[in-house]
Each structure stands twice: as C-alpha cells, then as structure tokens.
C-alpha cells in the first residue's frame, strides 16, 4: 500500500540549532516520486524539491538538504542553522507512477524555531 | 500571473446549506485537486480532474461534488452541509501526472454549525 509516514508530530528547536525532518514512505511501485512541501503560518502551501526513484543523490539548496536512501524508504530534510523564518508545517509526500497520479501526504511535521 | 486562486476566503454555513467553492489557474494545467485539510490528518484528496471534462473521487468524497466545465475552473460543491465538514479546502493543479509538483491555492477556512 502507499503510504507517507513523518514520525515527528513537532519539534522545537533553537535558532541556529540544525534539525532534521523525517519521512518514510511505503511503495511497491518500482517508479515514484517524493515530495516536500512547506506551509508557514500563513496557510499556504510552497513546493520545496521533488525527486524521482531513480535519482538517490542528495539535494542541497542554501541551508535545506534532503538525504533519499531507498534502501531505508526514506526521505529525510535538514534544515542547516535553522532561522525564525523556517517555522512551519512541512509535509512529505509520495506519487507513485502507476497509481492514478494522485499524491499522498504525510500528516505533516510541525517546526517550531525558537529565538 | 495569479497562480491558483480560491474564491471565497472564508465561510460559514448552517447544518444542511449547500454552497460551492471555486478553484482558477492561469498556468494552463490539466490536472487539478480539492484537498481537505484538518488538524493531525494531513491533507486528504476529495476529487481530482486530469482534464477538462473529467472528474474522479480520491480518497474522501462523500457528501462533496465536483465539475470541470472550463478547463482553467474547478468546483467543488456541497449540497448539504455537515459538522463534519467544517474543515480548510485547497485546491492545487499540476502540469501533468503526479509525478510533477501540484501548485496550491491559498485555501478557504469552511465551519459548518
């Protein structure tokens, strides 16, 4: 069955500090994609990084990184000297290709940066 | 360029009203979602369209409907509003098929009482 697992319902950090935010999925598709997305306080929904079975390098942009190893179905984002501005709720997500193009979200990691 | 908007913003509806909110984007995207979102449960898809025309149920359709008459538009629709229905809709729509990322309006906060 596909499914999204974020273990960490919330966490606090302090500023600065680096923090890592984990995702497992579930697939027997041999071909998906995963995602994160990031929802601020504000509401809406911004698209971080989107990555495809087949690539497993690791991502870097600015102070986010994401770790993909299949071999543990996970799909893990670390925040690098973490600001004020990076509190969210960060989902992870799966879409597998053969399952209707629908995609499905983890329940979601709420980050709470402290000053 | 708009992007994906959602009409209205809030709303507050009584136990057995119908209403329908609207979904726009101006990327020329041919699939678009209704997604429910409520606390601890993540976002859960309501109906999606892979095009103008078509619409298919996700994971928790029921009491909610859809149209695809435009292909920029998207509706969702209640007919007969529950408590259980109080919830934050988004809408998103994508270039294509799943595997590429959905672009997510700024959603409407819904409470039905």
């Known amino acids: 069955a596909q499914k999204v697992t974020q273990a960490q319902t919330e966490i606090s950090v302090v500023e600065k500090e680096d923090v890592t935010l984990d995702c497992v999925y579930e697939?027997?598709?041999?071909?998906?994609?995963l995602f994160w997305y990031k929802q601020p306080p504000s509401g809406e929904l911004v698209f971080l990084i989107r990555r495809n079975s087949f690539d497993e390098q690791n991502e870097i942009s600015g102070r986010y990184s994401w770790n993909f190893q299949k071999s543990t179905s996970s799909f893990n984002f670390t925040i690098t000297a973490s600001q004020v501005v990076d509190s969210a709720v960060y989902f992870c997500?799966?879409?597998?290709?053969?399952?209707?193009?629908?995609?499905?979200f983890g329940k979601g990691t709420r980050l709470h940066i402290l000053p | 360029n708009a992007g994906v908007t959602q009409t209205p913003k809030f709303r507050v509806l009584k136990t057995g009203q119908s209403m329908t909110l609207l979904c726009a984007q101006d990327?020329?995207?041919?699939?678009m979602y209704w997604y429910r979102q409520d606390p601890g449960m993540g976002l859960r898809l309501i109906h999606y369209s892979v095009g103008e025309g078509t619409t298919a149920k996700g994971e928790v359709p029921d009491g909610y409907n859809v149209s695809r008459l435009k292909k920029q538009n998207f509706l969702l629709g209640l007919e007969s509003a529950a408590p259980s229905q109080t919830s934050v809709y988004f809408c998103?729509?994508?270039?294509?098929?799943?595997?590429?990322?959905?672009?997510f309006g700024p959603g409407t906060r819904l409470t039905v009482t």
């Open positions: 998103a729509s994508s270039w294509q098929q799943g595997s590429y990322e959905q672009y």
């Open positions: 997500a799966l879409s597998e290709l053969h399952r209707d193009d629908k995609i499905i």
């Open positions: 697939t027997r598709d041999t071909t998906y994609y």
């Open positions: 990327m020329n995207h041919e699939y």
